[in-house]
């Protein structure tokens, strides 16, 4: 019944505070496995800086067992260059501070210096006084270690960038002065004995007039793609995509003309990006459109829409198309389909297109069917 | 320096273009000995009348204007420049040109393997009369000697600047 006398109540107190008391000791018990299990070390000191408690962790990351450690002041674990540190840690807990994640070093029983997280909070009585200080080591020491490891990996191929840029740009650009010497003297030879060294000699004159020539190209083109990749700093400024177009039509009106190629184009926008890059995209993209034509007259259509804050730009043709297994391939450097004999080139434009394209952020790519033209799209920041 | 050492355009040239004429004298400062001959056959194909001196380098220039400007002695008609030269660069010749009260005025053709726009600009900066970037193309590398004979042609309309 709900009217029970106090000695009925008794034995439920009792019972109560028994239960209790065996609900604090399960809590502490289920913090002591915490702390003995954790990773971490976790160790108590007194102000004195002796130390009182070290668990699992602790023997783990130092190599001292409790025993060896208990009663031993912390400064054992000091590295003589920062002796100095344990004392003033000390102070700060005296005042009552707390110490976050602060990176230092420690010694390990086996004298291997670690790195390690402390977080050092004070150790208060019941009457608020602090009598010592808990604190949580972790080790870095291998995050640390990767963490170097990836800056030096880092500032490794910075370097090799830099340098290899370095290389492309002086190598195209010092070995264009050789070549010169072979173009010119080459055709010289053409020039003066074309006609009286037989078909052979003449060949032979032949093919290193035109191997020059293509050396020379190509040197042009991994200048360009060096170019591509270095252009910095410079504030882009919006630029008109319409002058852009009509400069490379200019440059391309030969082989234009030649093809009898038709180009239709929409009013182009304004967009961030060199010039010259622009110019080089249109006249790499339409000069393809061109040189990769099938039977038909080749029949080119620029196009720009807008796209969220980009501009899409397209350039369709009804040349020979490309495969799909090859779609992604085009793009890479000195990667062509063809032989030279079918269809010249370096190999090396798509991969400057590619290059001034994401180096704005924008992305490239074609839609093609083999036989059915293609479409190359790129967007641009406008 | 006797100008009349360096070698002369052919005959022929002489005889068909100018023959009232005396032969210009170019001076052409350029180290690479292959480039020194494509612009004597540059001049040749363009039948420019001329004495040609060539200099392989930039301390020879300097010797020769100094030699005008000390002995106030005649002063080529026209000088050819290659940027990349050994001991001083096509830029202080140039500038050491500019400066001489005898050559401060005559042409200088800057003709050179760079193409760079600083180059230009500068070269335009310090007075050069053109800027050629060497082109690879023999048929365009002759052009410079058409280029040569216009400059000299308008030269000639004017009263002999020499002593």
Known sequence: MSSASPSQNQPDLLLQQLLEHQQATEARERLAAIVESSDDAIISKNLQGIIMTWNRGAERLFGYTAEEAVGQHISMLAVPERIDEIPQILARITRGERIDHYETKRRAKDGRVLIVSLTVSPLRDSFGVVVGASKIARDVTERERQRLALEKANMALTRANADLQHFAYSASHDLQEPLRMVSTYSQMLQKKFDGQLGEIGDQCIRYTVEGAERMRKLLDDLLAFTRASTEEGSVLVAIDANAALDAALTRLQGAIAESGAIITRTSLPMVCLHQFQLEQLFQNLIGNAIHYRSEKHPQIDVAAERDGDHWLFSIRDNGIGIAPEYQAQIFEMFKRLHSSADYSGSGMGLAICQRVVERTGGRIWVESELGHGSTFFFTLPG | ?163
Not at chain 2, 51 to 79: K, M, N, S, W, Y
Not at chain 2, 145 to 156: D, S, Y
Request: charged share 30%.
């Open chain 2, 1 to 163: 320096m006797d100008r009349h050492s360096s070698s002369l355009c052919p005959v022929e040239a002489v005889v068909m273009q100018r023959p009232n004429q005396k032969p210009a004298w170019i001076v052409l400062v350029e180290d690479n000995p292959a480039d020194a001959i494509l612009v004597r056959e540059a001049l040749d194909e363009h039948g420019v009348h001329c004495d040609l001196t060539t200099l392989t380098d930039g301390e020879r220039a300097f010797q020769l204007i100094e030699r005008i400007d000390r002995e106030q002695a005649e002063c080529p008609d026209l000088v050819i420049l290659d940027l990349k030269l050994p001991k001083k660069s096509g830029f202080e010749i140039l500038e050491r040109m500019r400066s001489s009260p005898i050559c401060a005025r005559i042409p200088v053709v800057i003709f050179t393997s760079s193409s760079a726009q600083q180059d230009k600009d500068r070269a335009a900066a310090l007075g050069g009369t053109r800027y050629i970037a060497k082109p690879h193309r023999l048929a365009e590398f002759v052009k410079i000697g058409a280029v040569i004979k216009n400059i000299l042609e308008g030269q000639v309309a004017e009263p002999e600047h020499s002593p």
